[in-house]
């Protein structure tokens, strides 16, 4: 009898508990924020994410009331931060800003993670786009895109390109376009975008897939030539550039690089479009959309749904191009 009403009342605190949860989600919701939130960068200070980070968590912070610190957490290409993301309660004071190479890439060029990139996070929303550029030191005699893929054929494996680095997203970018392109590249891997577009401006290596943001002013000053534009339409910062697609008629192609707003997972459904509506009203102010279009990207900021879509999509995508280029996960 004894164990019987041990049991019963067991089961009676624990249906009690189960009920009230709602009400407390409910309440957190409607106090957040009471306190500052705190926006993960897992990458350094100074670096494009970095930028991206600051401009947005100040925007955030005066929209919600309260601070957005921003936390470096740099490391093994951003999943050091990622990691610590996972760690953290759902409850809408710890978010992360992510790229298509921690949310998308990451799962195909390393061995394994400490985290799975869709079962560990809740989307909230894609911040932007931002293409790549195919550039080429101005001493390749290649006007076009079209002869610089002729020039590539008469001479396989002797033109190279530079890149961040092995698994980076402009390695994967360059053997992707050279695949669609049937080309055969010479890879030459630096330790980050930085170095690597040095050589390239200093004629030692031939090309580079480089963001938009900071390839833009060399090639306004004539000491890079742009071929094309990686996205599937011209950026509005280089409108004479043709896309890739458009130069090569290659149907679908593109290889963007993109910033988005995560979460711990389990994040309630209301919160996390709390949250998803305050970041997607800061990203369509004017001020916002200019700023950020003045580093050559694009507002998205469409919500949690379209997020996920776009992580899925891209990496499927990028997992094949992995398997392509021959690269081994590390």
Known sequence: MKKWFICKAAAAALLGCMSMQPGFAQDAVAAWPDKPVHLIVPFAAGGSTDLVARRVGEALGKEIGQPVVVENKAGAGGTIGASYLTRQPADGYSLMIGTISTHAIHPSVFKSLPYDIFKDFTPITMVGTIPDLIVVNPDVPAKTLGEFIALAKSKPG?????????????????????????????????????????????????????????????????????????????????????????????????????????????????????????????????????????????????????????????????????????????
């Open 158 to 330: 002797e033109i190279t390109y530079a890149s961040g680095g092995p698994g980076t997203s402009s390695h994967l970018g360059s053997e992707y376009f050279a695949y669609e392109a049937g080309i055969k590249l010479n890879h030459i891997p630096f330790k980050g975008s930085g170095p690597a577009l040095i050589d390239v401006l200093g004629g030692h290596v031939d090309m580079m897939l480089d963001v938009i943001m900071t390839s833009l002013e060399p090639v306004k000053n004539g000491r890079l030539r742009a071929l094309a534009v990686t996205s599937s339409s011209r950026s509005p910062l280089m409108p004479d550039v043709p896309t890739v697609q458009e130069a090569l008629g290659l149907k679908d192609f593109e290889a963007i690089i993109w910033f988005a707003i995560y979460a711990p997972a389990e994040m309630p459904a209301a919160l996390q479009n709390k949250i998803a509506s305050s970041l997607d009203k800061v990203l369509h102010a004017p001020d916002m959309e200019k700023f950020l279009l003045s580093q050559g990207i694009e507002v998205v900021g469409e919500g949690p749904g379209q997020l996920a879509k776009r992580s899925r999509l891209d990496y499927e995508k990028w997992k094949k191009v992995v398997e392509i280029s021959g690269f081994q996960p590390q």
